[in-house]
């Protein structure tokens, strides 16, 4: 069977040393942040770098786009995730 987004979120969080959340729930801003950390993707380093932003770095980052500015800025999607949970090297059963 194929991990659910929640399930996909929870490993990529505990990859990136965040806590998994019982509830379903997008990555918040720290979240992000931990990602980016994890996938040594350089942020603002005053941590004023917006979650869009973030967002479409990782996407480039993983491959999902050519290019931040050609990424889309929304809340990551179930492929998304799988391609972040690679990136970051999340153990997710499927």
């Known amino acids: 069977m194929s991990?659910?987004?929640q399930e996909l979120r929870n490993a990529i969080r505990a990859a990136t040393g965040r806590f998994e959340?019982?509830?379903e729930a997008?990555?918040?801003k720290e979240e992000l942040r931990a990602i980016c950390e994890t996938l040594r993707i350089g942020v603002d380093g005053a941590g004023q770098s917006s979650?869009?932003?973030m967002r479409r770095l990782v996407r480039a980052h993983v491959g999902i786009a050519e290019s931040?500015?050609?990424a889309d800025d929304s809340t990551f999607r179930k492929a998304d995730l799988r391609a972040i949970a690679?990136?970051?090297?999340?153990e997710v059963e499927s």
């Open 68 to 70: 931040p500015e050609a």
């Open 21 to 23: 959340r019982e509830v």
């Open 51 to 53: 979650t869009s932003r």
């Open 3 to 5: 991990p659910t987004v």
């Open 86 to 90: 690679d990136g970051v090297g999340a």
């Open 26 to 28: 997008s990555f918040t």
